[in-house]
């Protein structure tokens, strides 16, 4: 371990893996209380319309701090001697995206430890902000954990729950990567010092949050109204919530359970409001995008709809 006089009381060396904006808030926490030494993230990626390069938030936020970045999709001899030059004494894990052998897990004093967005063992994987919100789940939170060579089966010493409700993808995972970043620099120290309390996953109670598939999230006017709500409240850009209305297709933004009562794939349209008829209720739809147009509040879309017999369906 680093020399305590060498690097002021209490403060930690530090490798930290991480790549999309919900590891952002435990970069930060780290780069304030501890001595960041490396930081490994993605490369950078395609995204947008222009089609052009673009760095993860994790490499955007560590340059602005002014730490040294490594881009790496997979652990290199390369990658693997800079972790070393590191000398960590602990190793943070935040949705870096990668697996990591085990010549890393061995690598630091401190083991590796990750930040993962739910309460283990319920929603390993890829997606358990998501998975939560899908099945319902009244709440969820993260959990400190140690890596392991399974997905996200390693043993947890700290967890933090909050409320579900009607929060959505968005809200909650900006939510929980606060939530991860107080909970990890406040576990660190007693994972250093040999007192935190691991615990072990308890294999009967597992769900798998496995990679949410674009077609998961359509509308579908045969389902109920709850089921196609929690598909709306779960989507973001990458797996959008859409549906056709009216022979256009759009994707639904926010909506809520809905009082009025609408013939299954039929349309009602009230006073710049909207309700999409499900099998067993009214979807009310409160924001939208139609193909091609910007976002827009459910009372500028009305007004486009007219007519008898509107009618939506599957996109």
């Not at 590191?86 to 401190?110: M, Q, R, S």
């Not at 358990?128 to 400190?144: F, N």
Request: charged residues 25%; contains cysteine; proline residues 6%.
């Amino acid at each position: 371990m680093a020399d305590e006089k060498d690097r002021g009381a209490g403060r930690l060396r530090v490798v930290f893996m991480g790549t999309p904006e919900f590891a952002v808030p435990s970069l930060e926490a780290l780069a304030l209380d501890h001595d960041v030494a490396l930081v490994l993230t993605r490369p950078d990626a395609v995204r947008g319309r222009g089609r052009a390069l673009v760095p993860s938030p994790v490499k955007a936020r560590a340059i602005e701090l002014g730490l040294p970045v490594l881009e790496a999709s997979r652990v290199t001899p390369e990658v693997m001697g800079a972790l070393r030059d590191a000398a960590p004494d602990v190793i943070c894990v935040a949705a870096y995206g990668c697996i990591l052998p085990d010549e890393v897990l061995e690598l630091a004093p401190g083991g590796c430890v990750n930040v993962h967005a739910s309460l283990l063992p319920r929603w390993r994987g890829a997606a358990p902000i998501q998975r939560a919100i899908l099945a319902g789940d009244a709440e969820t939170g993260v959990s400190i954990m140690r890596i392991g060579h399974g997905v996200d089966t390693g043993a947890y010493c700290a967890q933090m729950s909050t409320p579900i409700g009607e929060k959505d993808a968005e809200a909650l995972t900006s939510e929980l990567a606060r939530m991860g970043a107080e909970l990890l620099v406040a576990t660190l120290p007693s994972v250093l010092d040999g007192t935190a309390a691991w615990v072990e996953q308890d294999e009967a109670l597992v769900t798998h949050a496995a990679k949410i598939d674009k077609a998961e999230l359509l509308l579908d006017p045969a389902e109920g109204v709850r089921e196609n709500a929690l598909r709306v409240q779960a989507s973001g850009d990458t797996a959008p919530a859409r549906c056709v209305v009216a022979g256009r297709g759009a994707r639904v933004c926010a909506a809520r359970v809905g009082e009025r009562d609408v013939a299954p794939g039929a349309v009602a349209v009230a006073r710049g409001r909207v309700w999409l008829g499900c099998a067993d209720g009214a979807l009310e739809v409160l924001r939208v995008k139609p193909e091609g147009k910007r976002e827009m509040e459910t009372v500028a879309w009305a007004a486009g709809l007219r007519g008898d017999g509107l009618a939506w369906g599957r996109a």
